[in-house]
């Protein structure tokens, strides 16, 4: 099942993704009651002593400029909460311009509750981003792409006792890489004890189906079970693990 095509050569336009986040905080904010509005802006120059990953004594060595602007928001309505982050970045490289790119980060999520006992969420991320150099055998300027969509739903059993299903897929794409492109879909069902104190200790279930475009022998699916464990260590500390 493919969710979602972008097609090769016709990348979301940034701008238009900027519009978007426009409209998105134009409408929230007309008829929700905003908790938190918080825009930002940042400029950081990093010195990169090996830009390629190279593993001989040819290094070579660059600067990387990043400006970058974006907000982190949060809207209610009731028990429902609306979430939204979003980011804009654009990378300039002292001598190897070549690599020169604008990258760009969406994640939007509504956290929905129904009565005493229903909860979960529904959410949206897009991603676009310079591959790493590391794994690549001849850098190239290979400009990824990930729409991202995900539903979760959560049920209380009793007082301590929830059952929660995820279901998520991605659509990942690279302009240089077409061997690279390929769906993920998952599914997870958990099972989970909470005490008084907020502790949690479950169980999961996790099946992963991975499809690329060009190479249905590079196809594979995983599934995978253990246990999981949320224990508060302190009023700010959590320790959050899993096994399988």
């Known amino acids: 099942c493919r969710y979602a095509q972008a097609g090769r050569g016709t990348p979301i336009p940034l701008a ?4 978007g986040l426009g409209l998105s905080l134009g409408l ?21 002593d090996n830009l390629f990953r190279s593993p001989d004594a040819n290094a070579v060595t660059d600067q990387r400029l990043r400006a970058s602007a974006g907000l982190d928001a949060l809207w209610r309505r009731g028990r429902q909460r609306f979430v939204l982050g979003g980011e804009l970045y654009r990378d300039q490289f002292r001598d190897y311009s070549t690599y020169d790119h604008t990258g760009a980060a969406l994640d939007g999520q509504w956290l929905w509750q129904a009565g005493e006992r229903w909860a979960g969420d529904l959410g949206y991320g897009y991603r676009r981003w310079l591959r790493d150099f590391a ?33 998520g897929g991605d659509d990942i794409r690279f302009s240089a890489s077409p061997a690279l492109d390929k769906q993920r879909l998952s599914t997870r069902l958990r099972l989970e004890h909470q005490s008084l104190a907020g502790n949690r200790l479950g169980a999961q279930l996790l099946y992963r189906d991975v499809r690329f475009d060009d190479a249905d022998l590079r196809d594979y699916h995983d599934l995978w079970a253990g246990p999981t464990v949320s224990w508060a260590l302190s009023g700010k500390t959590r320790l959050e693990a899993e096994a399988g």
């Open 16 to 19: 238009l993704l900027g519009l």
């Open 28 to 48: 929230l904010s007309s008829t929700l009651q905003a908790q938190s509005l918080h825009p930002y802006a940042t400029l950081r120059l990093t010195h990169d």
């Open 135 to 167: 794994n690549q055998a001849v850098p190239a300027k290979d400009i990824g792409e990930r729409h991202r969509l995900s539903a979760e739903a959560r049920r209380w059993l009793d007082a301590h006792w929830q059952l929660g299903l995820r279901v």
